[in-house]
């Protein structure tokens, strides 16, 4: 039935569309502004979803990891609103998006910039005819006429007018440095990684072993190393049901490989990502993967979620409020170990329950457990945010001071004002502003409190594809701060370091000892600082490359060299497999001979400094 005004999205009959209350005015006193998508549109999608060439799509066949390559597509748009008639003109590549242009915006610039006006907008250089067509353009005619050769009629067959949402394509992908990962990589990486952790349960583990390992991603992304972590946990799984003669109720509607999948998602999986986005993602592929015909969903909410990987503090951090704390301070303390110990009893009903417990009873569990720590987090984002606010040690230790004294209020005499500053800071750290991007912070032994307080704390293992990017790809995509912020996480690190990196660096310190390590990393991760920052720190602090590749070539459509690297949290025994060939070890350079450490400078060079030739006017030489 047509909703109001012809569209689709009609408040007065769908209150659920509301927010979080029921009305025109959501909790926060702001009004909610409803899209309002016109019924031809959804019509348009769901036909372009379910017909291809004028057959029926079947989706029955759909591979879990495909989604990943959505997760792809997505992230390289984002929604804009046409500003004056616009034309989306051919990409520059193959495989490129058309790219959305305001005419109105190309005439208003000036005749000799328009075509840069063109290239920054499209990576396109007009050909010597289109610059001066362009140039000359007075109209929207004209504009349209000079660039008719390039326009891209599938993507608009008329000029959109102004205020029409458009798919701008961005480089988002580009600057987080990140690519779905197919099956071809993720199945070997996975196995490598888990066979060491396997191994040291025993020849014949016992199902319990199994189910009480703790398998994580800290860059998930759409989650294919963690289907992918489901499926060989749960053939283990199997196998030792089968071993130990153990025969589990399996329900009608499942085999014994599918119940196993989803104890194993329940039980055993764990992931984090910075975009609410791919968390969701991860969870549908996952859902997909542990589907069962008369089960619900595999609960998931208490394991992957959203958050800064690289960016929280530890607890005892949080109990000092300090990046460095040097003494503990009593009444946070008890505080924390309270709400924690609180938050733990009440995640292992979770993991334990299986599907004896619904979804919506484990949800409100859930809740209870996340509202447990609402202040230990509280306490560990106002400790990041005083980092944030200041550029020097003294403008971050007095803002650290500022927002401890209004901690204490809050603690020790509930002083409702101290409490609603300190919420500001959160805020303005979680929410940015105009000059600053958000960070959001995640404190993974707050987070994941059953992980990091059993005996053996850490995860048993940690696979995935971390994000690369360079130093000023780094700066210019995150928050001021940020690099300062890493350089301070880890001691004896680069600023010209490659963010996967870091990575590898908090990888390595969440493993519990014996732990093992399988991410992708960029080609340079056995080179210049970006080694020293990772693996040779790694290699010199207990830490143990066991297999690498070097400079395995991209198995999809991106351009990309990477290196593959295996590393356990303790002494290896060995074999080592570099590249497919046994070797007796394998540095931090990804090499067979040699150390971990940097060259050392000669003391004759002291003093001195040496530079190659520099070739200048290169071209001028030439032509003489």
Not at 512 to 531: E, M, P, W
Request: proline share 6%.
């Amino acid at each position: 039935m047509p909703a109001r005004e012809g569209h689709l999205f009609d408040p007065d009959r769908y209150p659920f569309l509301e927010g979080r209350s029921r009305g025109s005015q959501p909790v926060d006193g702001q009004p909610l502004r409803l899209p309002l998508v016109p019924d031809g549109t959804v019509f348009r999608i769901l036909e372009k979803l379910l017909v291809l060439d004028g057959e029926r799509l079947s989706y029955r066949t759909l591979d879990v990891e495909q989604i990943g390559s959505v997760y792809e597509t997505m992230m390289g748009f984002r929604l804009e609103l046409t500003q004056g008639t616009t034309i989306a003109l051919k990409p520059a590549k193959a495989r490129g998006a058309p790219v959305p242009v305001s005419l109105d915006g190309l005439l208003a610039t000036r005749a000799a910039d328009r075509p840069k006006f063109i290239t920054d907008r499209t990576d396109y250089k007009l050909t010597a005819t289109m610059t001066t067509a362009v140039k000359a353009a007075e109209t929207i005619d004209d504009a349209l006429a000079a660039l008719e050769r390039r326009i891209a009629r599938n993507a608009t067959p008329q000029p959109l007018i102004s205020g029409k949402m458009v798919l701008m394509p961005t480089d988002e992908r580009r600057k987080s440095g990140s690519h779905y990962t197919p099956r071809s990589l993720t199945e070997p990486i996975v196995r490598t990684t888990l066979e060491p952790v396997l191994k040291q349960l025993g020849d014949q583990p016992t199902p319990e072993q199994i189910l009480s390992l703790k398998v994580c991603d800290p860059a998930m992304g759409s989650g294919a190393f963690l289907v992918e972590a489901c499926r060989q946990l749960a053939d283990a799984l199997v196998l030792a049901w089968a071993t130990h003669g153990y025969k589990p109720y399996i329900p009608p509607d499942e085999d014994a490989d599918k119940h196993a999948q989803r104890l194993i998602a329940q039980r055993c999986l764990y992931g984090v990502d910075r975009n609410p986005m791919a968390v969701d993602l991860a969870k549908l592929s996952l859902w997909l993967a542990t589907l069962a015909k008369d089960h619900p969903f595999t609960f998931l909410d208490h394991s992957l979620r959203a958050g800064d990987s690289l960016v929280g503090l530890s607890r005892r951090q949080i109990v000092g409020f300090d990046l460095e704390p040097s003494a503990q301070i009593g009444f946070v303390e008890a505080k924390v170990r309270d709400r924690m110990n609180a938050a733990t009893a009440v995640r292992r009903t979770i993991l334990e329950a299986g599907d004896d417990m619904l979804p919506g009873m484990k949800r409100q569990k859930l809740q209870l457990a996340d509202e447990s720590l609402d202040l230990v987090r509280l306490a560990g984002d106002a400790g990041v945010s005083a980092f944030f606010a200041g550029s020097r040690p003294r403008e971050r230790r007095e803002k650290r001071d500022e927002l401890f004294h209004l901690l204490d209020l809050w603690l020790q005499h509930a002083d409702a004002d101290a409490r609603r500053k300190l919420g500001e800071a959160v805020r303005h750290l979680r929410e940015g502003g105009e000059d600053q991007l958000p960070v959001t912070p995640f404190h993974w032994e707050i987070e994941y409190p059953e992980v990091f307080g059993r005996e053996t704390a850490g995860f048993d293992a940690i696979i995935g594809n971390p994000p690369f990017a360079g130093k000023n790809t780094l700066a210019n995509g995150n928050r001021e701060g940020y690099l300062d912020w890493l350089k301070n996480l880890h001691d004896e690190s680069h600023g010209n370091a490659d963010l996967v990196a870091h990575f590898f660096r908090r990888a390595f310190s969440l493993l519990r000892v014996d732990g093992c390590f399988g991410l992708i990393a960029t080609n340079t991760i056995g080179q210049g600082d970006t080694r020293a920052t990772g693996l040779r720190w790694i290699c010199t602090h207990g830490g143990t490359v066991y297999s690498a590749r070097k400079r395995c070539k991209w198995p999809g459509q991106a351009a990309v060299i990477v290196s593959v690297v295996h590393v356990c949290h303790g002494e290896e025994v060995g074999p080592f497999i570099l590249d497919g060939r046994q070797v007796p070890i394998i540095t931090a350079y990804l090499l067979c001979t040699g150390g971990h450490d940097n060259p050392a400078v000669l003391d004759a060079n002291e003093g001195k400094s040496f530079q190659g030739s520099i070739l200048l006017a290169l071209k001028q030489a030439n032509a003489d």
